[in-house]
């Protein structure tokens, strides 16, 4: 599993984390991927793809997770 840093930030939307991370080309294309339900969070399908992802979360795409740090 990987590990992202928020590096003092209070969250990062969804979608951007897709696309920093490589999991999607482009915003649309990470938006497009949220939206047909093939991202969760702490084991739940989230399609709101501005959902505010916190420290403490884990994020899955496939056989992708990637945990959130503060």
Known sequence: MDIFHLEGH???????LLKI???AESG???KAIIAEG?????GQIETRKRC???AGKVVS???QQI???A
């Open 61 to 63: 795409l496939g056989d």
């Open 67 to 69: 945990e959130i740090n």
């Open 21 to 23: 991370e490589g999991w």
């Open 38 to 42: 093939l991202v969760s969070v702490d």
């Open 52 to 54: 505010k992802i916190t």
């Open 28 to 30: 649309a294309a990470a």
């Open 10 to 16: 209070p969250h990062i939307e969804l979608c951007d």
